[in-house]
């Protein structure tokens, strides 16, 4: 019914930048909040960053002042801009939108596939 489709991850030395995407598609009605989380090998996932319908956003303290994150209501996409890469950004990065979906009348959390970022010289 709906698909979220990340891109942009890959390897980056440390200083470098990058710009993740998620698309959402599928039978959707209405997307609300939409977020970037992370997953490092043997951590649990823990949020990056999200932006609500209206454009409000909320940043982890570990990339506050190197993150921005954003969409586009119109492609249903949010980005995730990430400047100043740190060792410790490397991860497999994960897109959540909270959707209502079309015809069926219900809304719940859906997850993308996950895209790695590695950050290493």
């Known amino acids: 019914q709906v698909q979220l489709v990340e891109s942009g991850g890959g390897l980056v030395q440390p200083g470098g930048s990058l710009r993740l995407s998620c698309a959402a598609s599928?039978?959707?009605?209405?997307?609300?909040?939409m977020g970037w989380y992370r997953q490092a090998p043997g951590n649990p996932r823990e949020l990056v960053a999200v932006?609500?319908?209206?454009?409000?956003?909320n940043l982890a303290d570990s990339v506050k002042g190197r993150a921005t994150i954003s969409r586009d209501n119109a492609k249903n996409t949010v980005y995730l801009q990430i400047n100043s890469l740190k060792p410790e950004d490397t991860a497999v990065y994960y897109c959540?939108?909270?959707?209502?979906?079309?015809?069926?009348?219900?809304?719940?959390?859906?997850w993308g596939q996950g895209t790695q970022v590695t950050v290493s010289s």
């Open positions: 599928g039978s959707i009605l209405v997307i609300y909040t």
């Open positions: 959540n939108a909270d959707i209502y979906l079309s015809g069926l009348g219900s809304r719940r959390g859906y």
């Open positions: 932006i609500t319908g209206g454009g409000n956003t």
